[in-house]
C-alpha cells in the first residue's frame, strides 16, 4: 500500500485486520470498558471507526495495541508526540499500521521493543 496517499485517506478496516471493542479491551487489560474510553481520551490507547460507511459502526481498539495485559509499551509516548503536532487517532493508527523502513510497520516494532525508532520517526513526522 502507498503511504503517499494522506493518512486521513487511508482504509482502516484493510490496514488492521483485528478490532476489539471497548468491553474486549477492557477484558485484556483487566480493566471496564469506561475506563479504555478514559485511556483512549488521555492517548494512552487510540481508537476509531473501522469502517466509517457501516451502520452502527462504533470506535473500536486495534487488537495488537495491548500486549501482555498493557498498552503496548510506549505507545502512551507516541501518541501523545502524534496528537501534539496535530494527528488524531484515525491518522495515527493509519501510520502505525503501514508497512515502512524499519524494517516493517511501526505497531511491529514497538511490540518487539525496537520503540525509539519508531519515536523518532514519530517525532520527524512534525517537520
Known sequence: MSDQLP?????????????IDWAEAGKLLGITPATVRTMVREHQLAAAVPNPGEKGAGQRVPALLIQDGLPVKGLPGLLTTMHDNGYDDREIIAWLFI???????????LRENRGSEVKRRAQALAF
Open 7 to 19: 493518512l486521513a485517506d487511508h482504509n482502516l478496516a484493510e490496514l488492521v485486520t483485528e478490532w
Open 99 to 109: 508497512d515502512q523502513d524499519l524494517p516493517g510497520r511501526p505497531i511491529d516494532a
